[in-house]
């Protein structure tokens, strides 16, 4: 019942009783510590961000969920990085900046993160890419076709932008982190302080590794766009993520 009220951050266990747990886990005592009581939250992005970086906060019910656009604002192309699950807003977004939306790019294919993928290719035209490995999971929920399947390494141009494809599985079979200059888009691989849900113990200790390999080995500087919560920054995760 206890554990089942942390999971609920309903209680919170003295320091002694966090420590062993944590040493169960595999987590980092300390940095576990500071999260629970509420010592360290990530700083909020520096204000470049808003020159390229829109960010667009979805709810499903209660549930928060973000999707964001990366803009040129010379050219003005665009590409969002997954839905909201809520295209309207993205719409609204597009137009106030007098956007040309290119490309939709999924991280991943669950429900809050492509909600609406119709209604934003509909409106905009805009072509399509996700992981060939989340077929399975983006058929059960639209009747698109893809306009192209995204792979390690794969750049795709916005304007005079780049995003850099990293393949980062284990939260889904085919997730991917979008990388351009000083920025990355994570989907659910990565949060502030935490790691995405993994279907299995080898999927969880692939996502540590290659969050490892690709995500933290990035300058500390970058800033890190999650599928849920606030942006945190590759410092901030090597400094408080109990996880590494």
Request: net charge negative.
């Amino acid at each position: 019942s206890q554990l089942q009220q942390i999971e609920d951050y309903a209680f919170t266990p003295p320091e002694d009783e966090m420590d062993r747990l944590a040493t169960c886990l595999g987590l980092d005592a300390p940095k576990l510590a500071s999260i629970a009581n509420g010592t360290w939250t990530p700083k909020p992005p520096p204000h470049w961000i808003e020159e390229k970086v829109i960010i667009i906060r979805g709810m499903i019910g209660v549930y928060p969920v973000n999707g964001y656009i990366l803009f040129d604002g010379q050219t003005h192309e665009a590409a969002c990085i997954d839905t909201a699950f809520d295209p309207e807003k993205m719409l609204k977004s597009i137009a106030a900046q007098h956007l040309n939306l290119r490309s939709i790019l999924l991280t991943h294919c669950h429900q809050d993160h492509m909600g609406g993928v119709e209604v934003l290719k509909e409106k905009t035209g805009a072509a399509l890419h996700l992981h060939r490995e989340e077929m399975p999971l983006f058929s059960r929920q639209s009747r698109l076709t893809p306009d192209g399947f995204i792979d390690e390494g794969i750049e795709i141009s916005v304007g005079r932008l780049r995003l850099k494809a990293l393949t980062t599985p284990g939260h889904t079979p085919g997730g991917v982190t979008y990388l351009s200059e000083g920025v990355c888009f994570v989907g659910d691989a990565l949060f502030a302080g935490s790691t995405g849900r993994s279907m299995s113990p080898q999927g969880y200790q692939s996502l540590l590794a290659t969050l490892r390999q690709k995500v933290l080995s990035l300058p500390n500087e970058t800033v890190i766009f999650p599928g849920h919560g606030p942006p945190t920054t590759v410092g901030e995760e090597k400094r408080h993520n109990p996880f590494f």
